[in-house]
């Protein structure tokens, strides 16, 4: 597969603008539902930084268990907008 020169994001979609912090593991591990119904995927790391702010939020079910979890207990430590303390 060839890699693209063109604008690509270097971060996944769940990362927030305002959130400096990189990516960890594959960019479409994790999707996250609001209670709107509205769906991002993302990685881990991102999508528990996400759904730590966001009310009502969950996890797709479709989502492995294992990165399910893997959400929810990296969530559960954080702070919602944790970049904006510097988390
Ligand atoms: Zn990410």
């Known amino acids: 597969m060839e890699r693209q020169h ?10 927030p603008p ?7 593991g594959p960019h479409d591990a994790v999707t996250i539902v609001d209670r709107h119904g509205r ?4 990685c881990v ?5 996400l ?6 939020a969950r996890v797709h079910p ?11 207990l990296r969530a ?3 702070p919602p907008f944790a970049w904006e303390i510097g988390k």
Not at 39 to 42: C, D, K, P, Q, R
């Open 76 to 78: 559960r430590e954080l």
């Open 39 to 42: 769906e991002v995927a993302g």
């Open 45 to 49: 790391h991102h999508c528990a930084r």
């Open 18 to 24: 305002a959130d400096p912090t990189p990516c960890q």
């Open 51 to 56: 759904l730590a702010g966001l009310e009502g």
């Open 6 to 15: 063109d604008r690509t994001p270097p971060r996944c979609p769940a990362a």
């Open 62 to 72: 479709f989502v492995p268990a294992v990165s399910a979890m893997d959400v929810y």
